[in-house]
């Protein structure tokens, strides 16, 4: 048995949407999918049976942070990834280039690699294509990722050229470095920026190296939702019909959406539970903020007609209780509600694509518009001290 594989079950007649599964050898995903990240080891406030109760199938490790705590070393120790995080569902790790490049204070970049000081306590570290690949062969993930240079979004043409070379590059040595083809899947991560040429030679490049699956990164951080928009649409579909394709950090319901518009099967972000712990709860409608003062004695949910623990069982003026009192029950329930809701959005589009009716879905579903303006327009309407 391979140690993945993709089954295309649906594909909508009116855009380039498709409904799938991935099969791992620790169990399957339905597809389009959006997978909670547990940055390190966990995914934040929330039980992992919680996680299965939200829909939940498939999660993410950081290759970055748990490399540097508690070290891949001791979290194979401790029975791999899995065990450490009490998941024998689907787990995906990434390479742990997004975050050298935007958390670490970044010393030298060559060819090689990336040298780096820890932001944890300044300890130098030195990253290459074959140690990130040696710590995600440790750590144990189903699906992994080749390591890469990910270039902000407004980064001079010289910049996102020198990256494309070393994504390259760096993926053939991913490629040699994989010391467990048989039990991890190694995905490949188109780079290039806004530049469709190089987004397309690098999709070129990389499905000549066979890989299991392929992935879409620099995207998201900073080029503005129409250029996505464009690259999505131009570079999915170079990408194989018959293995899974991953859109990397997205991100807002709109953005989902647009990416499954364009083919797109994969999603991770950490919007649900980051906003969850600074008290924005998703709703159908847009974002509310728990702490607005308009909620202090609200008996309704978080969000009615939702069937999450949160809101079958706490009013939002308890909620909002709990956020003030500094309890850390607040932040759990709505991270735990947030997840739901983007559970919920997935397991809809997927009931869409079935029944052939994406498109409708796109143009009247409110979740389709919903972008960085739904966090901006929760906070009005706040008082003093909240």
Known sequence: MPPLSYELIKTDPNTAARRGRVTTLHGSFETPAFMPVGTQGTVKG?????????????????????????????VAALGDLHRFMSWQGPILTDSGGFQVFSLSDVNKITDEGVTFKSHIDGARHHLTPAKSIQVQN?????IIMCFDQCPPG??????????????????ELSKAAHQRPDEQSLFGIVQGGTDLDLRARCAEHLIGLDLPGYALGGLAVGEGF?????????????????????????????????????????????????NGRNAYAFTMEGAIRIRNAQYTRDTGPLEEGCDCHACQHFTRGAIRHFFFASEMLGPMLVSLHNTRFYQRL?????????????????????????????????????????
């Open 46 to 74: 929330i039980y992992p049976q919680q996680l299965k109760e939200a829909g939940a199938e498939c999660i993410l490790g950081n290759t970055y942070h748990l490399m540097l705590r508690p070290g891949e070393k001791t």
């Open 138 to 142: 440790d750590l144990g993930a189903d």
């Open 154 to 171: 407004d980064a001079p043409a010289n910049i996102q050229q020198q990256a494309f070379d070393r994504t390259l590059k760096w993926a």
């Open 226 to 274: 129409e250029a996505m928009k464009t690259v999505l649409g131009h570079t999915t579909q170079l990408l194989p019909t018959h293995k899974p394709r991953y859109l990397m950090g997205v991100g807002f319901p709109r953005d989902i959406v647009e990416g499954v518009k364009a083919g797109i099967d994969m999603f991770d972000c950490v919007m649900p539970t980051r």
């Open 346 to 386: 997935m397991a809809d589009i997927r009931g869409a694509i079935q029944a052939g009716t994406f498109a409708d879905f796109v143009a009247n579903d409110p979740r389709s518009r919903q972008g960085p303006r739904i966090i901006e327009e929760a906070k009005p309407g706040q008082t003093a001290g909240t």
